[in-house]
């Protein structure tokens, strides 16, 4: 098991991640006057340790990875929800703090969705640059939210957290992503 997580660069990135988040707390809580950040700040944190994780969603050696006798489709899917773990612990672990990140329901709908979106990309354009399209998508949708139906929609990562069409388009990247990435693994590098 250590030689997978070695192999995937998964103690670096589990530690940029954290580390990410923990200086965004830490900003937060020495110069705002605010409990709580808004919910631009509660977003871009998450889109970042998603996106630091997203480097771990392949192996150096991808011909190995696809002829190995594991089953790969189960590690894959373990590997995703770990990741999701990783980001909803470390966001709500700060809710007894001065800078609480949240509401859980908000960091929970927006780091599944967004880890689904990202395994999506990484089958189709490889773990490498997988998170280029989740990172664009949240970082417009935080500045710039729709209330229209339509607008909600497309703009989901930015909702507030009690959104019904947000909810249901992170349900089905979530869901989707987790399912496609678990059967087919990220793409082959060229």
Known sequence: MSGYLRARRVPLALAASVGAATVVWALWLVFSDERDPGGLVVVLTVVLMVSVLSTTLAAPDEDLERTAALRWPWRRAAHLLAALAVVLVVLLATAPTGARFGPAALVLRDAAGLLGLTALCATVVGAARAWFLPLGWAVVAALFPQSSAWGALATWPGQ????????????VLAVGGLLVYAVRGAARRD
């Open 160 to 171: 507030p957290h009690d959104s019904r069409p947000a909810a249901a388009v992170a349900a």
